[in-house]
């Protein structure tokens, strides 16, 4: 039986809990640091489908010492190279040729994206054997089933989706390699600007393949303020004005976003969104494979990816029942990739969570606990909103809570399938519910804009439709018999919420359906007996 380890935002497996890795004591800031570091001495390389490896890493040895390296598959085989010195990248770029321009003119920009080729190929990749390609995708749900009905627990299960689906090592290598790429690029307009990741990339709940959020920062503009306030004098950069920081914003990200646009290689379908609430600027990354989003600095989404960061980290039972819930909402039509009116995957992220802040004893603590906790550094106001709470893992008290995941994910279930949506919102700062302050069918409380309801977009129907699925998956697992189900060998427990309803055992689940939709039929009725009796009252009265 293994153990599951978090490691900066990936599992590490092993077979006992004695081997705690340090890095899961990092903070959010130290973590963020120490691979944005990484990345600056990173180079990656498409190379030939013909490759010996053994050559490959000789010849770029003489540059320096490679730290670390992998293979993967992108439009052809690439390899990730991390150095141990930065100066390893100065000496490779040196020694690089430029493409020849026989059919198109080049863009004189010298990137870390190389391709290596071999001038004799059939001499040079003799004796390679084939490179280990490290996946960058999640295998398909339908899959991930067989190997889930071979587990021996749900909480097994649960375990094993998320070792999955999580980021890998390499991965999160890559992301961060991405962002890195970006930055010089606006390093070329702003030389102390910096590009990293938040979001699913970096709090710990990003799944393999999705999208990478990075955000421009200019943190060393304000050092600079505050440098040469001693003394009988001052002495300040002349700086552009603009009118508002939107304004400023708009104008970086257009000129970052045309920069990559024209010059960036790899870089291809870029949209400027600049209009929009936050603007930003999507586009493609070939080299990587990703698709991103850029915007500049955003300061209460990184403290969002900070305080998940923090959570996915204090209990592994988190993160594997937020990964469990995902992916049953994505195979039930419950979350969408395209934006819309169904829930997003951040708002049913901070369901998990109220509903873990919820349990008895609780397995994570509030907002407002985490800020009791916070010392004077911790301290923090953006905008007016006070996003102020502990960013030192070790100050906060493990759980006393032993729940198994097989009890929370029925429990979740059943939770939500049973909550009154109609009167409620769900309050992370809190820790509890309270009236709802207006009439969304779904009100999440921003945890720090607190004028803000994170599930606005969701409307009726989607809630209905996620409660009935919720009342249904209660039912399978309260229900199910797993001894029999394994000896016909049909699928249980996790497993069988994985599947649509209707495409297995359908003569059950119309049954059951059948019964759901009595129940809501004879609430129906009550209702409308309700509201005629009180109609029937105003009409006497008048």
């Given at each position: 039986?293994?153990?599951?380890?978090?490691?900066?935002?990936?599992?590490?497996?092993?077979?006992?809990?004695?081997?705690?890795?340090?890095?899961?004591?990092?903070?959010?800031?130290?973590?963020?640091?120490?691979?944005?570091?990484?990345?600056?001495?990173?180079?990656?390389?498409?190379?030939?489908?013909?490759?010996?490896?053994?050559?490959?890493?000789?010849?770029?040895?003489?540059?320096?010492?490679?730290?670390?390296?992998?293979?993967?598959?992108?439009?052809?085989?690439?390899?990730?190279?991390?150095?141990?010195?930065?100066?390893?990248?100065?000496?490779?770029?040196?020694?690089?040729?430029?493409?020849?321009?026989?059919?198109?003119?080049?863009?004189?920009?010298?990137?870390?994206?190389?391709?290596?080729?071999?001038?004799?190929?059939?001499?040079?990749?003799?004796?390679?054997?084939?490179?280990?390609?490290?996946?960058?995708?999640?295998?398909?749900?339908?899959?991930?089933?067989?190997?889930?009905?071979?587990?021996?627990?749900?909480?097994?299960?649960?375990?094993?989706?998320?070792?999955?689906?999580?980021?890998?090592?390499?991965?999160?290598?890559?992301?961060?390699?991405?962002?890195?790429?970006?930055?010089?690029?606006?390093?070329?307009?702003?030389?102390?600007?910096?590009?990293?990741?938040?979001?699913?990339?970096?709090?710990?709940?990003?799944?393999?393949?999705?999208?990478?959020?990075?955000?421009?920062?200019?943190?060393?503009?304000?050092?600079?303020?505050?440098?040469?306030?001693?003394?009988?004098?001052?002495?300040?950069?002349?700086?552009?004005?603009?009118?508002?920081?939107?304004?400023?914003?708009?104008?970086?990200?257009?000129?970052?976003?045309?920069?990559?646009?024209?010059?960036?290689?790899?870089?291809?379908?870029?949209?400027?969104?600049?209009?929009?609430?936050?603007?930003?600027?999507?586009?493609?990354?070939?080299?990587?494979?990703?698709?991103?989003?850029?915007?500049?600095?955003?300061?209460?989404?990184?403290?969002?990816?900070?305080?998940?960061?923090?959570?996915?980290?204090?209990?592994?039972?988190?993160?594997?029942?937020?990964?469990?819930?995902?992916?049953?909402?994505?195979?039930?039509?419950?979350?969408?990739?395209?934006?819309?009116?169904?829930?997003?995957?951040?708002?049913?992220?901070?369901?998990v969570m109220f509903f873990l802040q919820r349990r008895s004893p609780p397995i994570i603590p509030t907002l407002d606990q985490l800020k009791e906790l916070a010392d004077e550094k911790d301290k923090l106001v953006i905008g007016g909103y006070d996003c102020s709470f502990v960013t030192d893992l070790s100050k906060i008290k493990p759980t006393k809570n032993t729940e198994t995941l097989d009890v929370l994910l029925g429990?979740?279930?059943?939770?939500?399938?049973?909550?009154?949506?109609?009167?409620?919102?769900?309050?992370?700062?809190?820790?509890?519910?309270?009236?709802?302050?207006?009439?969304?069918?779904?009100?999440?409380?921003?945890?720090?804009?607190?004028?803000?309801?994170?599930?606005?977009?969701?409307?009726?129907?989607?809630?209905?439709?996620?409660?009935?699925?919720?009342?249904?998956?209660?039912?399978?697992?309260?229900?199910?018999?797993?001894?029999?189900?394994?000896?016909?060998?049909?699928?249980?427990?996790?497993?069988?919420?994985?599947?649509?309803?209707?495409?297995?055992?359908?003569?059950?689940?119309?049954?059951?359906?059948?019964?759901?939709?009595?129940?809501?039929?004879?609430?129906?009725?009550?209702?409308?007996?309700?509201?005629?009796?009180?109609?029937?009252?105003?009409?006497?009265?008048?």
């Amino acid at each position: 039986m293994y153990e599951y380890h978090v490691v900066d935002g990936a599992i590490s497996t092993s077979s006992s809990a004695d081997t705690e890795v340090s890095t899961r004591k990092k903070t959010f800031t130290e973590v963020q640091t120490e691979r944005s570091e990484q990345a600056e001495r990173t180079v990656l390389i498409k190379c030939p489908q013909k490759l010996n490896e053994k050559k490959l890493l000789q010849y770029l040895s003489s540059h320096g010492n490679i730290k670390s390296h992998f293979f993967f598959e992108n439009r052809g085989i690439h390899a990730l190279i991390e150095f141990s010195e930065k100066n390893s990248v100065d000496s490779l770029q040196d020694a690089v040729g430029v493409p020849s321009a026989a059919e198109h003119h080049v863009v004189p920009f010298k990137s870390r994206l190389f391709t290596f080729t071999l001038k004799n190929p059939v001499s040079q990749a003799a004796g390679g054997t084939p490179v280990h390609l490290s996946p960058q995708f999640h295998i398909p749900v339908k899959d991930l089933i067989p190997k889930l009905c071979h587990a021996d627990s749900i909480s097994s299960q649960m375990y094993m989706l998320l070792n999955e689906y999580q980021l890998t090592e390499e991965n999160i290598k890559l992301r961060y390699l991405a962002c890195s790429l970006v930055r010089d690029f606006a390093r070329a307009y702003f030389p102390d600007s910096t590009v990293k990741p938040f979001g699913s990339s970096v709090n710990t709940f990003g799944k393999l393949g999705c999208d990478v959020d990075m955000f421009l920062d200019f943190y060393d503009t304000q050092k600079h303020a505050t440098k040469m306030k001693k003394g009988p004098f001052e002495m300040e950069y002349q700086m552009k004005r603009l009118p508002s920081e939107r304004l400023a914003t708009q104008k970086i990200l257009s000129v970052i976003g045309d920069c990559l646009d024209n010059f960036g290689p790899g870089c291809i379908g870029i949209q400027k969104i600049l209009n929009a609430r936050c603007p930003l600027v999507k586009f493609s990354h070939q080299a990587t494979g990703f698709q991103c989003d850029l915007s500049v600095s955003n300061s209460i989404a990184i403290k969002s990816s900070e305080l998940l960061y923090i959570y996915g980290c204090l209990d592994p039972r988190v993160r594997a029942l937020v990964f469990s819930v995902r992916c049953w909402a994505r195979v039930h039509g419950l979350t969408n990739s395209v934006p819309g009116t169904w829930i997003t995957n951040f708002s049913l992220t901070m369901m998990v969570m109220f509903f873990l802040q919820r349990r008895s004893p609780p397995i994570i603590p509030t907002l407002d606990q985490l800020k009791e906790l916070a010392d004077e550094k911790d301290k923090l106001v953006i905008g007016g909103y006070d996003c102020s709470f502990v960013t030192d893992l070790s100050k906060i008290k493990p759980t006393k809570n032993t729940e198994t995941l097989d009890v929370l994910l029925g429990d979740f279930f059943e939770f939500f399938g049973n909550f009154d949506f109609r009167r409620n919102s769900l309050n992370l700062r809190k820790g509890k519910e309270v009236n709802k302050p207006e009439s969304s069918p779904l009100y999440i409380w921003n945890p720090f804009e607190q004028d803000l309801n994170i599930s606005k977009n969701v409307n009726q129907p989607q809630l209905e439709k996620f409660v009935a699925v919720a009342r249904e998956s209660a039912w399978i697992l309260q229900n199910e018999d797993k001894t029999q189900q394994t000896i016909k060998k049909e699928p249980w427990g996790l497993a069988a919420l994985l599947i649509p309803f209707g495409k297995s055992n359908a003569s059950k689940t119309k049954n059951r359906m059948k019964g759901i939709g009595s129940e809501t039929i004879r609430s129906l009725l009550d209702s409308l007996k309700l509201n005629s009796a009180n109609s029937l009252q105003k009409a006497v009265g008048k």
